[in-house]
């Protein structure tokens, strides 16, 4: 069986009525679900394995699982636990299980105070099978997709995506992805909302007017797009962007090589930036500098870099004279006619939106 223990005292009187006692105080004990109450999920552990067999086995572990509104039970699984048996693998298709965790005290007078780990076997298709239901306030931990043929349930393709994560208070929310992120909006200037994407290891903050990068951030990717009034015709080119988030800060570096050019299009030229600029930037101001190189000549040529009206994207402009004068717009036949080896390689910092 389960262990209680670690957050919740076995003789502890979880009955209590008065708001700022018993159960009601281990809200405060986890990540905060908004203004009142705690978010559940899994604090640490309670990884889900297969077996040669039909059982699965849970390692040990920590959760925080629901106890009526705002409320919040954690509880410790101390050692490994085994789940099942489930029945064998489908004759054909495949089908899906779910791995889950409760506890029977999650109302105000229950008398059953019982943790529990157990899975939910669902149906098998040929098709797409179908997620089965886990009890109410469960908190998943695994879904495995079970296919026909296996022999066992480490057979099986498992998936902690669904899985919500929550924390100590004041800890960083483990989140999967960007959609659990999203779904916390509850973040002010009062009470931020701190969360780390699992896929990147980035701790990012939201207090109230988006989320931005915490701490140590990470280099991303992002394929810059070359544009004109009259796009260029040619082959895809070769368009390489890396950038990072300093809190609400961007800074991009991109290249990019013109390949095979059929037609060099017409109008201004744009880059495509990888998130879209303050609209307190003003159009005229320098966020960066880029580098021209004309293939054809080895012919270089500097230039200042400013952003598009919409601010999701950048100009660039040179001097139509040299050491002053004039500043002109790098378009499909200035400050020459683009052809397949030509490139453009530059850097910007600016604040994003």
């Known amino acids: 069986m389960p262990e209680r223990g ?16 018993g159960r009601r105080a281990l ?14 999920g899994v604090i640490s552990g309670m990884t889900v394995s297969g077996t040669s067999g039909w059982t699965y086995t849970v390692g040990p ?24 048996p489930v029945t064998s693998a489908p004759g054909s298709g495949s089908r899906i299980d779910r791995i889950y965790a409760l506890h029977t005290r999650r109302l105000e007078g229950d ?8 899975v939910v076997v669902g149906n098998p298709s040929t098709g797409t099978p179908s997620v089965p239901a886990i009890p109410a306030d469960a908190i998943e931990l695994a879904r495995v997709t079970i296919p026909s043929g296996a022999t066992g349930t480490a057979g099986g393709s498992f998936s902690t995506s669904s899985v919500q994560y929550t924390a ?7 989140v999967v992805g960007t959609t659990q992120r999203d779904a916390i909006t509850w973040g002010s200037a009062l009470l931020p909302a701190l969360v780390r994407l699992l896929d990147t290891g980035e701790t990012q903050i939201n207090r109230g007017s988006g989320w931005q990068v915490e701490g140590n951030p990470s ?21 390489v962007g890396r950038y990072i988030e300093i809190g609400g800060l961007v800074v991009a570096w991109f290249s990019l090589t013109l390949a095979g050019v059929t037609n060099p299009g017409s109008g201004t030229y744009t880059i495509s930036l990888p ?16 580098s021209l190189l004309d293939g054809s000549s080895s012919n270089r040529c500097g230039v200042e870099v400013t952003r598009t009206g919409a601010g999701d994207g950048i100009v660039m402009f040179y001097q139509a004279t040299y050491p002053i004068g004039s500043r002109q717009a790098v378009n499909n036949a200035n400050p020459w006619v683009w052809n397949g080896t030509d490139t ?9 939106a």
């Open 219 to 239: 280099v991303k990717s992002w394929t810059p797009v070359l544009s004109a009034a009259t796009p260029p015709s040619m082959d895809p080119p070769t368009a």
């Open 275 to 290: 998130k879209l600029m303050a609209s307190a930037i003003p159009n005229t101001a320098v966020i960066g500098r880029a």
């Open 61 to 84: 572990g920590h959760v925080a699982t629901p106890a009526g509104t705002g409320e919040v039970l954690p509880w410790a699984n101390a050692a490994d636990y085994t789940v099942g």
């Open 344 to 352: 453009l390689e530059g850097f910007v910092v600016y604040p994003a």
């Open 27 to 40: 809200a405060g004990l986890v990540a905060p679900a908004g203004a009142y109450g705690g978010r559940t």
């Open 6 to 21: 670690l957050f919740v005292h076995p003789n502890a009187d979880m009955s209590s009525t008065t708001p700022a006692m």
């Open 111 to 118: 008398s059953a105070s019982e943790p529990v780990i157990d």
């Open 168 to 174: 100590g208070r004041g800890a960083p929310i483990p």
